[in-house]
């Protein structure tokens, strides 16, 4: 049962607009998200990450929202742009949860020029 | 400044062959992890180690081992290759003790007939 889900596989989004990635999970006891960009051939890289003790944290054109009580946090990257495309996956933590990470699918984003 | 190195890039096995993933990391990382990636279903942790001479199981153990003889090598070995093992497969190192922000490797791409 995967307690991380990112359920768009893909998404496709004009240059200059907002892309907006989603991740559930179901584990209460996860308290600390991050955010990780995977370019074909790579290994990911990590882009930005969330404490549970915050609703909200912004790097550049990357911000993270958080709502803890519908267990969701989302992934807003403005104004997207071609070099944006790439693999994004949603991971989770929590001490109490097993003390390692926990990975979504992956939700793989298109920036049309 | 490498950071992790992974090698090979790519394998291709037979079934029940044997075979070691190599992993190093030149940052004086404690934490370092296993996991394999497979469509849909993100990155799966296999084995983790928090420092030289201690490993433990992750999600995906069954088929592999692991050793920690020093910080800097984190080996995985198949030991009698299945094709459910054809993968991708991604060591990570971190500072924290939560193995969050985590530099990972290139991966190792692993096919097995």
């Known amino acids: 049962d995967q307690q991380v889900k990112q359920n768009s596989p893909s998404l496709s989004v004009q240059e200059g607009r907002i892309s907006i990635l989603n991740c559930d999970y179901t584990?209460?006891?996860?308290?600390?998200f991050l955010w990780y960009k995977k370019y074909p051939a790579e290994g990911p890289t990590f882009l930005i990450s969330?404490?549970?003790?915050?609703d909200k944290n912004e790097d550049g054109r990357f911000t993270v929202f958080l709502n803890k009580s519908a267990k969701h946090l989302s992934l807003h990257i403005v104004p997207s742009q071609p070099g944006d495309s790439a693999v994004y996956f949603c991971a989770a933590y929590g001490k109490a949860a097993g003390n390692k990470l926990t990975f979504g699918g992956g939700t793989r984003v298109l920036v049309k020029p | 400044n490498a950071g992790v190195t992974q090698t090979p890039k790519f394998q291709v096995l037979k079934t029940g062959q044997s075979m070691t993933l190599q992993c190093a990391q030149d940052m004086n990382h404690e934490y370092m992890s296993w996991y394999r990636q497979d469509p849909g279903m993100g990155l799966r942790l296999i084995h983790y180690?928090?420092?030289?001479?201690?490993?433990d199981q992750g999600e995906v153990p069954n088929g592999y081992n692991v050793s920690r003889s020093t910080t800097e090598d984190f080996p995985l070995r198949l030991l009698s290759a299945a094709p459910s093992q054809t993968s991708v497969y991604f060591c990570?190192?971190?500072?924290?003790?939560?193995?969050?922000?985590?530099?990972f490797g290139q991966g190792t791409r692993l096919t097995v007939v």
């Open positions: 584990n209460s006891m996860f308290d600390y």
């Open positions: 969330i404490s549970s003790i915050k």
């Open positions: 180690s928090v420092g030289a001479g201690i490993t």
């Open positions: 990570a190192s971190s500072y924290s003790r939560a193995n969050t922000e985590a530099f």
